[in-house]
């Protein structure tokens, strides 16, 4: 089992800046990756960022360059920088964990962290 928990959300104005975080507890060494998800209201979920245990990372194109994800391995905490925010980016953002155990593999998310960009 992987536990986790998002916190950093709130309201910020058009141009700001905030750092996610997601704290993770539980099966750890089982997590091959980590991601951000968001979902608008009336929209489907969509991967935001993505990180390997490795350090790569991948972005959603409407976020890339404003965007940066990153990983504390003594924390295991992953966050998400998000700078020069815009209004279309306000959702719910969700941290996922892929783990794997053997040939199962499983997805983990937590609980959502609101973020609302408006002036």
């Known amino acids: 089992q992987v536990q986790l928990v998002e916190s950093g959300g709130g309201l910020v104005q058009p141009g700001g800046s905030l750092r996610l975080s997601c704290a993770v507890s539980?099966?750890?060494?089982?997590?091959?990756?980590m991601a951000w998800y968001r979902q608008a209201p009336g929209k489907q979920r969509e991967l935001v960022a993505h990180?390997?245990?490795?350090?790569?990372?991948n972005y959603a194109g409407t976020v890339k360059g404003r965007f940066t994800i990153s990983r504390d391995n003594v924390k295991n905490t992953v966050y998400l920088q998000m700078n020069t925010l815009k209004p279309e980016d306000t959702a719910v953002y969700y941290c996922?964990?892929?783990?794997?155990?053997?040939?199962?593999?499983?997805?983990?998310w937590g609980q959502g962290t609101q973020v609302t960009v408006s002036s």
């Open positions: 539980g099966s750890i060494f089982s997590i091959n990756a």
């Open positions: 990180i390997t245990s490795g350090g790569s990372t």
């Open positions: 996922n964990a892929e783990s794997q155990v053997g040939t199962m593999t499983h997805d983990y």
